[in-house]
């Protein structure tokens, strides 16, 4: 789809403004693009009441993105930089969940924040070995 919108052009204004808008591709799963991407956390532990558990994280799950972090990008730094940085913002998370070696990908959105226990997250990561 293609919209196209002109400008006024009297008094010398400029005359054309021209905008792409591409609807969603329909029938493909969102989350394709991960598939063949590794985890490169995983979760030990989840607190009640945590950031994490209202997020819908849960123990075992596989950490493929984590905000702007994943498996190629990812360090220690990184990783405390980015939930830092993100405190009160939604955050996008990406898992693999299940254990039987496929697992099945899910979105998440967690918003890291102060809350009654440790850190703005509310679960121990580890990293995948």
């Known amino acids: 789809v293609e919209i196209k919108t002109q400008k006024n052009s009297q008094m010398g204004e400029s005359n054309e403004d021209v905008a792409k808008i591409t609807p969603p591709s329909r029938g493909l799963d969102p989350l394709e693009r991960f598939k063949t991407m ?3 956390l995983v979760v030990d532990t989840v607190s009640p009441d945590s950031p994490a558990e209202r997020a ?4 075992f ?5 984590l905000g702007s972090i994943n498996c190629e ?3 220690p730094e990184a990783l405390r930089n980015t939930v830092a ?6 955050m996008e998370l ?16 967690l918003v890291p ?3 009654r226990g440790q850190g703005l997250l509310g679960c121990f990561l ?4």
């Open 38 to 40: 590794k985890p490169f």
């Open 126 to 129: 580890k990293p995948v070995t």
């Open 85 to 90: 940085h993100s405190e009160g913002k939604p």
């Open 94 to 109: 990406i898992v693999k969940r299940g254990n039987n070696g496929s697992g099945k990908l899910e979105k998440l959105i």
């Open 61 to 65: 799950d596989e950490i493929i993105k």
């Open 113 to 115: 924040k102060r809350w």
């Open 73 to 75: 990008n990812q360090t």
């Open 56 to 59: 819908g994280l849960r123990k």
